[in-house]
């Protein structure tokens, strides 16, 4: 095994891994809430139909500061060439075999993975375990085994 020096960026990660420990920190102490993506837009999108008051306004700013940081960073960085090795088909499929295991699993990969071990959580140990794991085989699979 060897480390691809041109695409090793600890310390991109490690500012990256601060910041998202510390926002979700921010966010349960002020809110009182887990900093779930899957959790956030499910509840969106579940209660559009509902008059559900105070609920819907955090849950809009959120999704639209998701939107609006990497038209941001475009602007002041500018464009990142982005590189998809797969079809629309798979793309669409992939996403959704995603929210439908975070349906399953309640809650999503930050949600359980960083909220969830934080604080002690032993269903978000098992989540996190789970689809970790599944992750690992799944790519030892398609790079080992089937290549």
């Known amino acids: ?63 639209l500061g998701m939107l609006a940081a990497p038209a941001l960073y475009m602007l ?18 992939a996403g959704l075999m995603v929210g439908v295991g975070t349906r399953y699993g309640s809650g999503c990969t930050s949600g359980h993975g960083v909220c969830g071990l934080s604080r002690l959580s032993p269903r978000s140990l098992a989540a996190t375990l789970s689809f970790m794991g599944a992750g690992f085989a799944i790519v030892f699979l398609l790079r080992h085994v089937l290549a």
């Not at 490690?14 to 009182?32: D, Y």
């Not at 002041?76 to 499929?93: E, K, R, S, Y």
């Open 1 to 63: 095994m060897t480390i691809d020096w041109n695409h090793f960026t600890p310390w991109a990660s490690l500012a990256g891994g601060i910041l998202l420990g510390l926002a979700s920190a921010f966010f349960i102490l002020v809110n009182g809430r887990i900093l779930g993506i899957s959790g956030i837009v499910g509840g969106l999108l579940g209660n559009l139909g509902r008059r559900k008051t105070g609920d819907a306004g955090w849950r809009i700013a959120f999704v």
């Open 76 to 93: 002041v960085a500018g464009p990142v060439p982005a590189t998809i090795d797969a079809g629309w088909g798979t793309v669409v499929l």
